[in-house]
């Protein structure tokens, strides 16, 4: 049997038995995913649950609201080889938001029929209580690692970018937001994390100092089918909750 060492480690700590998984690493092998993905699997490759979330709301201002909360801890369990995988970037510190915007991108790419034949993703992203503003272009086609430096350079939104996605902090307002949107382009989704702490990060090794609970509302356009966005809000939750798979492309 083939199993990589993290994956060992943490079948371990989650008193699993590994002969129980189908790997999906080459020849079989069992990968760190596969241990912490809840999802069912199939031969060939592991895949995201067809189910979906319902609103949690009545619509509002032409969105679906779904409200939401998830552990983050198996984030903090891979969060020293990650950092260690992409050279220690930002002190060992990765931002939530590194991992919120990429959650977010691929759980909207589940039903993709609301994209540009480009299939370019814009996301505009708003931190430190909405005074720091960061425009990321073609954010689905960037790795971790890219995405996590262009978060950190702050780069400002070109004249008349219009993002298909906005990921706010908890304290961004909707009068912020309006004043960065091109007129008359909505995004498709919106993503409000809600914390109550200014330590909504998490350091190398589960620094037990940083929360790791994240609530959040995410908002879906009803230009979008409603069985479509249940099942993007379905898939943003489950991907919160696999962080490995954020760090791949596809």
């Not at 590194?98 to 959650?103: K, Q």
């Not at 990921?167 to 109550?196: E, I, K, Q, Y």
């Not at 909504?200 to 479509?228: M, Q, W």
Request: aromatic content about 6%.
């Amino acid at each position: 049997m083939l199993i990589s060492p993290l994956a060992a480690k943490l079948c371990t700590a989650r008193g699993i038995n590994p002969a129980t998984l189908r790997g999906t690493g080459p020849r079989g092998r069992i990968m760190a995913a596969d241990v912490t993905l809840t999802a069912p699997q199939r031969r060939g490759g592991t895949v995201l649950a067809d189910f979906s979330t319902p609103p949690t709301r009545e619509q509002k201002d032409g969105y679906y609201v779904y409200d939401d909360e998830v552990n983050m801890s198996a984030l903090a369990d891979i969060s020293m080889p990650i950092a260690v995988q992409c050279e220690k970037l930002l002190n060992n510190r990765y931002s939530l938001f590194d991992y919120i915007v990429r959650a977010v991108v691929k759980a909207c790419t589940t039903c993709p029929s609301w994209q540009e034949p480009s299939g370019k993703i814009d996301v505009l992203l708003f931190e430190h209580k909405g005074e720091k503003v960061t425009a990321i272009e073609d954010v689905g086609h960037k790795s971790i690692y890219k995405l996590a430096k262009e978060t950190a350079n702050h780069t400002p939104a070109p004249e008349n970018f219009a993002p298909h996605i906005i990921v706010c902090d908890a304290h961004t307002t909707r009068s912020m937001v309006a004043a960065r949107l091109t007129s008359g382009n909505r995004p498709g989704f919106a993503m409000l994390a809600r914390g109550t702490t200014e330590k909504d990060g998490i350091r190398a090794g589960g620094d037990t100092a940083y929360k790791n609970t994240l609530a959040y509302t995410f908002y879906v356009a009803t230009t979008i089918p409603a069985e479509e966005a249940n099942r993007i809000a379905a898939a943003l939750r489950a991907l919160l909750y696999n962080p490995i798979r954020l760090l791949l492309l596809s």
